[in-house]
């Protein structure tokens, strides 16, 4: 089945450090792709959608320049969280569709990224 | 509009019982409804999807019923088990984006 991987899997780092995300679909190509953000005991919140070859689109209320967002290939796309600061952290998850069924769907999950700024 | 309701938010069931978990919507533009079975520290995985020229999909022992009309979905899942305690998400997809608006989830507890 469709497999989409996450690395690192828990990353802790210091206020003002930038951290980078990775999300690779391993066994099929995605031109697209989708951030979300899931706060502890909440529900997942797109962040933005990452376009292969082209600039990421960005939901209302998320900062462009603060999460950054590189489509680099149909298989790596990755986000950056600029000088992250404590209230950054939070469980970072990737989506890509598989293109087996409707549309961009379904989508299939990575296992997250635990993002805990000290 | 662009809200997705669930409910309960959490429910305990007795292994063998059915768990059942409610979904409203408002937009009539959604037309995909996903839900998602999400382990801690993990993230969400696909149970079951269905889309609104079906009234229902069955796939195990995961049930989607859809009632277009009024604007409801639920997931039904028979025979629970302990191994099915984790928390669900429904979801919807609005048809020209492809976006997934998700429900707030429910934690379901199966009990033996």
């Known amino acids: 089945g469709a497999v989409v991987s996450q690395h690192p899997s828990w990353v802790i780092c210091k206020s003002g450090t930038s951290v980078k995300i990775e999300c690779r679909s391993l066994?099929?190509?995605?031109?697209?792709m989708f951030w979300y953000r899931q706060f502890p005991k909440q529900s997942l919140m797109l962040m933005a959608t990452?376009?292969?070859?082209?600039?990421?689109?960005?939901e209302q209320g998320v900062e462009k320049d603060k999460f950054l967002i590189n489509h680099a290939s149909l298989t790596l796309s990755t986000l950056t969280v600029t000088s992250a600061h404590p209230e950054d952290s939070s469980f970072y998850i990737c989506?890509?569709?598989?293109?087996?069924?409707?549309?961009?769907?379904?989508?299939?999950f990575g296992d997250g990224t635990r993002l805990s700024i000290l | 509009q662009q809200q997705v309701k669930q409910s309960p938010q959490s429910l305990i069931v007795q292994k063998g019982g059915i768990s059942i978990i409610n979904c409203a919507y408002e937009?009539?533009?959604?037309?995909?409804f996903p839900w998602y079975q999400q382990f801690p520290g993990k993230g969400p995985a696909l149970l079951i999807a269905?889309?609104?020229?079906?009234s229902e999909k069955k796939e195990g022992r995961f049930t989607i019923s859809f009632n277009k009309s009024a604007k409801q979905f639920s997931l039904h899942i028979m025979d629970s088990q302990p191994g099915d305690s984790a928390t669900y998400f429904c979801?919807?997809?609005?048809?020209?984006?492809?976006?997934?608006?998700f429900g707030t989830g429910t934690r379901l507890q199966v009990f033996p």
């Open positions: 990452s376009n292969e070859g082209s600039k990421a689109t960005y």
């Open positions: 269905i889309r609104p020229d079906v």
């Open positions: 979801a919807a997809s609005i048809w020209n984006t492809d976006k997934l608006i």
């Open positions: 066994d099929f190509q995605a031109t697209t």
């Open positions: 989506s890509a569709p598989s293109f087996t069924g409707f549309r961009n769907q379904p989508q299939h």
């Open positions: 937009n009539t533009a959604f037309d995909y």
